[in-house]
């Protein structure tokens, strides 16, 4: 019989991510008490149904500054219903969520949605599309990192920059999907499987393009994947949502120098999780 505790790692799970719990971070208290912009996301205990089905039930967790923290799940487990709800395109039917003190629809994160394709301009290039963001966000007096031209470059989309998005394969797409979020530079970052198209090469030129963009940012990323390598590679944290309906059941603490112990512990849970 499989150990379904997985072994011990030297580690616990903050009080703050263990589900029905309402510890303060350290973070938002620092918050109140300076009323400091500190670009923090904060989801306390978040429920949602749909119709008479509940899909998120008291879902509690904290993305600091500068953070990366993944969310994993089954499919269908409720993942992009509490994306949609940290973007401020839903709205939960108890708890809350701020960012940097905020509501959701006073932020403009830099998103790109499960369903890329949806959201690039089928009239602009993909050149046009990167732009468009860019120029929007120096408008509105942000600084992006990268230029429209670093973006493409770095991404190694310089072949396809004069296309237009339905001349593109659905990983080709998804990259612009991701260059087009990065240039428009906010300090907020929200990814809904941003690589499920990618090939390996692709995967990790993105990879190396968000470290970079996090560091110069200090950007607080959420991400959502389904690939425990990715995950374990990239982030300060990983969450594992259950199923019907989706609690947090674990929040690994990467530390660096442990990769393959992080990695193995989250596939023997995600593997108990499918049994
Ligand atoms: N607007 C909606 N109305 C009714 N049910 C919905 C709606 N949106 C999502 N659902 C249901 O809620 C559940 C969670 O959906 P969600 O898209 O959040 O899953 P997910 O974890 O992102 O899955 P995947 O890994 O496949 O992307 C699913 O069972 C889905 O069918
Ligand atoms: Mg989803």
């Not at 993944?70 to 809350?96: R, W, Y």
Request: glycine share 6%; net charge neutral; charged share 25%.
């Amino acid at each position: 019989m499989q150990d379904r505790k997985g072994p011990d790692l030297g580690y616990q799970v903050p009080g703050n991510l263990v589900p029905g719990t309402r510890a303060p971070s350290p973070i938002s208290n620092l918050n109140r008490a300076l009323s400091t912009p500190i670009m923090t996301i904060i989801i306390e205990n978040i429920s949602k149904s749909f119709s008479t089905r509940q899909v998120l039930s008291k879902v509690t967790l904290t993305v600091n500054r500068g953070e990366i923290v993944t969310i994993m799940g089954e499919n269908g487990c409720g993942k992009t219903t509490l994306f949609n709800i940290v973007a401020g395109l839903l709205e939960p039917d108890e708890g809350s969520v701020s960012i940097n003190g905020q509501n959701p629809r006073e932020v403009f994160p830099s998103i790109v949605f499960q369903d890329y394709r949806e959201s690039l301009f089928p009239w602009l290039t993909v050149r046009q599309n990167i732009e468009f963001a860019y120029t929007k966000s120096v408008k509105s007096g942000k600084r992006p990192p990268f230029e429209t031209e670093g973006l493409i470059e770095a991404l190694g989309i310089k072949d396809l920059a004069d296309r237009y998005p339905h001349e593109l394969s659905g990983g080709e797409a998804q990259l612009v999907g991701i260059a087009r979020a990065l240039a428009f530079g906010s300090e907020v970052v929200l990814l809904d499987e941003p690589s499920s198209s990618l090939s390996f090469d692709m995967e990790q030129r993105f990879h190396e393009v968000l470290l970079k963009y996090r560091e110069k940012m200090q950007a607080t990323v959420l991400l959502i994947s389904h690939d425990p390598r990715e995950a374990v590679h990239i982030s300060n944290k990983v969450v594992v949502l259950s199923k019907n309906p989706a609690r947090v059941i674990r929040c690994l603490d990467i530390k660096p120098g442990y990769y393959n112990e992080f990695l193995n512990e989250l596939i023997r849970l995600l593997r108990w999780r499918c049994q």
